[in-house]
T-cell receptor, first 115, second 112 residues
Framework: NAGVTQTPKFRVLKTGQSMTLLCAQD?????MYWYRQDPGMGLRLIHY???????AKGEVPDGYNVSRLKKQNFLLGLESAAPSQTSVYFC??????????????FGSGTRLTVV | KQEVTQIPAALSVPEGENLVLNCSFT??????LQWFRQDPGKGLTSLLL?????REQTSGRLNASLDKSSGRSTLYIAASQPGDSATYLC???????????FGSGTKLNVKP
């Protein structure tokens, strides 16, 4: 029972490089989320998805893109990395409405440094 | 906009003490409230989920209560242990189901 798996766990990028963070869940959850966590700022929602093929913007979407081509995967892309995107990124998922337990399950995080 | 506040920001107690962590929120129209634990450099582990129709949830030494009308939740930890040392976060689920508002956390240190 893997839950929510994020890859990679660590990454260092140079300014201007691009990369994709992968989130995979094996719980058949409808909803998936990408958050970033920064000291003193708490957790902030970047983008989310309410189902396969759908995405929506959260609080801090600028500089990021997402895709959810398969229900179990939610990809976060950085087109041109900036030092301000240095952060720890967390993916989360949850069941759809009507499920007995609406709680969130989080991945272990990806620590990204942009130099 | 929903705002979630956790007090205190940090807490240090000797082993064996019972303690209470507080979470307050500004909009009582919530779907549920979830308490998480985060260890340094790690992800968030769900501790307890309280749905809006419930008053409390218990798991082992943990008990979480919810008072929607006053916009408050408390996490009670009985007989604290050094292994309980972590940051505890509460998160409120707004009724549109797509927004999950986090508090800034309480960093707990339980001294042996």
């Amino acid at each position: 029972n893997a839950g929510v798996t994020q890859t990679p766990k660590f990454r260092v990028l140079k300014t201007g490089q691009s990369m994709t963070l992968l989130c995979a869940q094996d719980m058949n959850h409808e909803y998936m989320y990408w958050y970033r966590q920064d000291p003193g700022m708490g957790l902030r929602l970047i983008h989310y998805s309410v189902g396969e093929g759908t995405t929506a913007k959260g609080e801090v979407p600028d500089g990021y893109n997402v895709s959810r081509l398969k229900k179990q995967n939610f990809l976060l892309g950085l087109e041109s990395a900036a030092p301000s995107q240095t952060s720890v990124y967390f993916c989360a998922s949850r069941p759809g409405q009507g499920h007995a337990n609406y709680g969130y399950t989080f991945g272990s995080g990806t620590r990204l440094t942009v130099v | 906009k929903q705002e979630v506040t956790q007090i205190p920001a940090a807490l240090s107690v000797p082993e064996g003490e019972n303690l209470v962590l507080n979470c307050s929120f500004t909009d009582s129209a919530i779907y549920n409230l979830q308490w998480f634990r985060q260890d340094p450099g790690k992800g968030l582990t769900s501790l307890l989920l309280i749905q809006s129709s419930q008053r409390e949830q218990t798991s082992g030494r943990l008990n979480a209560s919810l008072d929607k009308s006053s916009g408050r939740s408390t996490l009670y930890i009985a007989a604290s242990q050094p292994g309980d040392s972590a940051t505890y976060l509460c998160a409120v689920d707004a009724y549109n189901f797509n927004k999950f508002y986090f508090g800034s956390g309480t960093k707990l240190n339980v001294k042996p």
